[in-house]
């Protein structure tokens, strides 16, 4: 057995010269072997209980110069959302974003609202965030209900995980 410090961390695990150690297999006896580490020295970790992501189909949605942007019509995580405002006659302004498959059409709430400085155009979202509809975004003149701006646009991009 050799002594070996793990990539990230200084803690110490045994591992043997050969980077393999014995395991058991299903209804037998310690027959199979399985790596301990990689090839630059880091240890492996199985994580037990872990769920696989349900949504396992990333994919990148784009508008330019559009009123809104509806990101997709169907179930989604929103992984990511940047982009920004063009034209936005009213200050302050916010970002809606909607549980829709469709525009928004005025006086709707909507499910996330980001506030907008006065001096801004630009919005971030990173925060995962599931839609069991759909995903669209618009500018709005009013916070809690919405208020199209006949001139503002936008630019920007979406991340989603999809079934």
């Known amino acids: 057995m050799a002594v070996s410090k793990t990539a990230t961390n200084n803690q110490f695990a045994r591992t043997s010269l050969t980077g393999l150690r014995t395991v058991p297999l299903p209804g037998g006896p310690d027959q199979g072997i399985e790596p301990l580490a990689d090839e630059h020295g880091r240890l492996w970790v199985r994580p037990i209980g872990v769920v696989p992501d349900p949504l396992p189909n990333t994919f990148q949605s784009i508008v330019i110069a559009q009123a809104q942007f509806i990101a997709i019509a169907s179930e989604a995580r929103l992984q990511n959302l940047i982009g920004y405002i063009r034209n936005m006659?009213?200050?302050?302004?916010?970002?809606?974003?909607?549980?829709?498959?469709?525009?928004?059409?005025?006086?709707?709430?909507?499910?996330?609202?980001?506030?907008?400085?006065a001096n801004q155009i630009e919005f971030s979202l990173a925060i995962p965030y599931y839609f069991n509809v759909g995903i669209v975004v618009a500018p709005s003149t009013t916070e809690l209900t919405f208020t199209p701006d006949a001139g503002a646009t936008m630019v920007g991009t979406a991340v989603m995980s999809v079934p």
Not at 91 to 114: E, M, R, T
């Open 89 to 117: 006659a009213a200050l302050p302004f916010w970002i809606h974003i909607f549980n829709f498959n469709a525009a928004p059409i005025l006086g709707q709430g909507p499910d996330i609202i980001l506030p907008m400085a």
